[in-house]
């Protein structure tokens, strides 16, 4: 018997293992989760699985209407998630549809699908925005570290076309509608990997001095906006946080990934001198102030760089190593003969 895990839509909670009934139920009360079985090649939404369509359109009528093509901005895509370690979402366009991502973040796409490289984020291509809205749409993305450029990736053919994106290093990919979370998502600078075309890839300023100079972000951060898909990266493993109103959240500075926009962020020292001193997490932690949902990840990417620059060999030496006490003459017995 096939077992099922879930995966909440704009969560990295897992759910599982459930057996079919379990399932059924789950499903049910949850058609737009990720789900995932032995057999299958990656997750895929639960309405999308012929095991739960017809537990899935009994609750169709409780579903909230869809906005309608005029309201909507972003386009509407299909995706599935695959891989765990090293993630990569694989995104399903139909005809005339576009998705955005990072320069350099592409996988494969399916031959139909074009590659144009554009401004800014795309938002303005195709809805009547200039060349100085194009150029703003760009400055901002150098102010947050990324290139001037976004690929936009359209598919020109019929039928369903495919396009993929890996994430950068080892860690989590998440998909965020961001419709689901007030429209706006406050995020680490480099987080952003990929999106629907309509989502907005703008700056977010730290107002306060402190939170700037210690928050481990800087001054600036991404901020995403719009109500369509975007899949964001993080560092190891993420965990999701709801913080009521005024309750608050100790993080070390790193471990902040991305915030809604309600929730309040800022900085305090982590205790007294001998705990600044000797305590290892450095000076400040960043405190996070609901109500809202935040999301941490276990393994920033500054942290990983810096054990691997510690562990890097040292005016041309060897790498330090984890390995026998007996240092170099362990290294002739292993056969780590570098000499």
């Given at each position: 018997?096939?077992?099922?895990?879930?995966v909440?839509?704009?969560?990295?909670?897992?759910?599982?293992?459930?057996?079919?009934?379990?399932?059924?139920?789950?499903?049910?009360?949850?058609?737009?989760?990720?789900?995932?079985?032995?057999?299958?090649?990656?997750?895929?939404?639960?309405?999308?699985?012929?095991?739960?369509?017809?537990?899935?359109?009994?609750?169709?009528?409780?579903?909230?209407?869809?906005?309608?093509?005029?309201?909507?901005?972003?386009?509407?895509?299909?995706?599935?998630?695959?891989?765990?370690?090293?993630?990569?979402?694989?995104?399903?366009l139909d005809?005339?549809?576009?998705?955005?991502?990072?320069?350099?973040?592409?996988?494969?796409?399916?031959?139909?699908?074009?590659?144009?490289?554009?401004?800014?984020?795309?938002?303005?291509?195709?809805?009547?925005?200039?060349?100085?809205d194009?150029?703003?749409?760009?400055?901002?993305?150098v102010?947050?570290?990324?290139?001037l450029?976004?690929?936009?990736?359209?598919?020109?053919?019929?039928?369903?076309?495919?396009?993929?994106?890996?994430?950068?290093?080892?860690?989590?990919?998440?998909?965020?509608?961001l419709?689901?979370?007030?429209?706006?998502?406050?995020?680490?600078?480099?987080?952003?990997?990929?999106?629907?075309?309509?989502?907005?890839?703008?700056?977010?300023?730290?107002?306060?001095i402190?939170?700037?100079?210690?928050?481990?972000e800087?001054f600036i951060?991404?901020?995403?906006?719009?109500?369509?898909?975007v899949?964001?990266?993080?560092?190891?493993?993420?965990?999701?946080?709801?913080?009521?109103?005024?309750?608050?959240l100790?993080?070390?500075?790193?471990?902040?990934?991305?915030?809604?926009?309600?929730?309040?962020?800022?900085?305090?020292?982590?205790?007294?001198?001998?705990?600044?001193?000797?305590?290892?997490?450095?000076?400040?932690?960043?405190?996070?102030?609901?109500?809202?949902?935040?999301?941490?990840?276990?393994?920033?990417?500054?942290?990983?760089?810096?054990?691997?620059?510690?562990?890097?060999?040292?005016?041309?030496?060897?790498?330090?190593?984890?390995?026998?006490?007996?240092?170099?003459?362990?290294?002739?017995?292993?056969?780590?003969?570098?000499?």
């Open positions: 018997m096939s077992h099922w895990y879930f909440s839509a704009g969560s990295s909670q897992r759910i599982g293992p459930l057996d079919p009934d379990a399932a059924q139920a789950h499903a049910k009360a949850h058609p737009n989760d990720l789900c995932w079985r032995e057999g299958l090649s990656g997750w895929q939404k639960a309405r999308a699985m012929p095991e739960f369509a017809e537990a899935v359109e009994t609750t169709a009528p409780q579903l909230p209407p869809l906005p309608s093509a005029a309201s909507r901005r972003s386009d509407e895509i299909d995706f599935r998630i695959v891989g765990n370690d090293m993630p990569f979402v694989e995104v399903e005809p005339g549809e576009s998705a955005i991502a990072e320069a350099g973040a592409l996988m494969y796409k399916d031959a139909h699908v074009q590659m144009d490289t554009v401004f800014g984020d795309g938002s303005h291509t195709g809805q009547g925005g200039g060349f100085m194009k150029l703003f749409s760009a400055g901002k993305r102010l947050t570290g990324e290139s450029f976004t690929t936009m990736f359209t598919h020109t053919g019929q039928g369903k076309a495919k396009v993929a994106f890996a994430a950068p290093y080892p860690g989590t990919v998440l998909a965020m509608k419709d689901e979370h007030g429209g706006r998502l406050i995020c680490q600078k480099d987080s952003f990997l990929a999106g629907a075309r309509g989502v907005t890839v703008g700056i977010h300023l730290q107002r306060k402190l939170t700037g100079l210690f928050g481990g800087g951060m991404q901020k995403l906006e719009g109500d369509g898909w899949f964001v990266h993080a560092g190891g493993t993420l965990v999701e946080r709801e913080l009521a109103s005024g309750e608050r100790d993080v070390d500075t790193g471990c902040v990934m991305a915030y809604h926009a309600t929730v309040s962020m800022d900085v305090r020292p982590v205790g007294g001198i001998k705990s600044m001193l000797f305590g290892g997490e450095g000076v400040f932690l960043a405190t996070l102030t609901g109500p809202g949902k935040v999301w941490l990840q276990s393994l920033p990417f500054s942290r990983m760089a810096g054990r691997m620059l510690a562990a890097a060999p040292q005016g041309g030496g060897q790498a330090r190593g984890e390995g026998s006490v007996l240092g170099g003459l362990g290294r002739m017995l292993d056969g780590d003969n570098g000499f």
